[in-house]
């Protein structure tokens, strides 16, 4: 292999950058010329590209986003998009591509691996949500920063006795408000996984803790369950207690990554040019039972995650 091209695609998460240096200097250290593909398969297509170094990614792991930017491509879905992109391939000299997102992300590059072009891929989502891997770029990270925005506001909501209900992202999906809530003893958690009686999960709970002397009462909202202003406001009519609303949004997306990102998308980004240098293709790297492997990409797909009911069940037992 001479030259393999790197690419970031979907929404954009903290590590990604890290994955980007290893990848890069693991194609240095092979003799490979490692060439940044800009705003994903966007910048594939019209070949938006540059050529990097070991250099080009000095210091670059500690910075949130990517510095390939990031970008959905609707062209690239359609056949002439596709075709576009193989003749970039073939005009850049691209023997290979790492395509670092999320499943959306892995589709393309699997279509590219049927047109000939040797495809790695690297999952990224704070999410967490990609079935085929127990970890995904961007999610300690994600996770620490609500955790820290919602520490700050339970200080002011505990001193005021008010009860906080916070969204937290995740995309259709409840890992991430989960694992949050229970780093910030929720009172309860709201994910679409469980469905829940607003009547018993909720305000039952409330009245139970208020009950056992509690002043401050913090809901965790997963992203799209519920309408997090009118379960405020309902809260507040059904147990007049004094609510506020707060959708921490996209600064969880946001911010210098995690020691656990750093290292993991560190590893996945050294573990993916690996991979392609011993002639793998339409894979994804994947980390289970705490080591990488690769998937192929059909199979990838089809896998699904199921939530950690056991972990669910310690959110809600510890949550008296
Ligand atoms: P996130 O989890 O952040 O949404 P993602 O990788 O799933 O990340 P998508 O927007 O679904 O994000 O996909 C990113 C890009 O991958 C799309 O804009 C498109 O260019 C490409 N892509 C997605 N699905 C397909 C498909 N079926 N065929 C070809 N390319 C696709």
């Known amino acids: 292999m001479r030259r393999i091209g790197i690419l970031t695609s979907g929404g954009d998460a903290p590590g990604m950058n890290a994955a980007i240096r290893a990848a890069v200097r693991a194609c240095a250290q ?22 990097l170094d070991a250099r080009s990614v000095n210091g670059i792991t500690s910075r949130g986003g990517t510095m390939l930017y990031t970008a959905r491509c609707e062209e690239f879905k359609t056949d002439a998009g596709l075709q576009m992109a193989v003749n970039a391939c073939n005009y850049l000299g691209l023997n290979g591509i ?7 992300t892995f589709r393309g590059a699997g279509k590219l691996s049927a047109a000939g ?7 990224a989502t704070i999410d967490n949500d990609i079935g085929c891997t127990h970890y995904s770029i961007g999610f300690d990270t994600a996770a620490n920063t609500a955790i820290g925005a919602i520490d700050k506001l339970a200080d002011t909501m505990q001193s005021h006795e008010r009860t906080s209900i916070v969204e937290v992202m995740g995309h259709g999906a409840g890992h991430l408000a989960l694992y949050v809530g229970i780093a910030v003893g929720a009172t309860a958690i709201l994910i679409p996984e469980k469905p829940f009686d607003f009547e018993q999960d909720v305000l039952e709970h409330i009245r139970e803790g208020k009950y056992r002397n509690k002043h401050h009462h913090l809901i965790i909202v997963s992203e799209g369950v519920a309408d997090t202003l009118a379960i405020a406001q309902r809260i507040r009519d ?12 996209h600064i969880q997306r946001g911010g210098s990554p995690t020691a656990r990102d750093r290292v993991m998308a560190t590893r996945m980004g050294h573990f993916a040019i690996e991979a392609l240098l011993a002639g793998k293709t339409n894979q994804v790297v994947c980390y289970r039972n705490s080591q990488l492997v690769l998937t192929p990409i059909d199979e990838a797909l089809q896998m699904k995650k199921s939530l950690d009911s056991y972990m669910y069940r310690v959110a809600k037992e510890v949550s008296i």
């Open 30 to 51: 092979n003799g490979v010329i490692p060439v940044g593909i800009h705003r994903g398969y966007n910048g594939l297509i019209h070949s938006d590209v540059v050529e």
């Open 98 to 104: 790492i395509a670092i997102g999320g499943d959306g």
């Open 117 to 123: 072009i040797n495809t790695i891929c690297i999952p």
């Open 238 to 249: 059904e147990l007049g207690l004094d609510t506020r609303a707060t959708i921490i949004g």
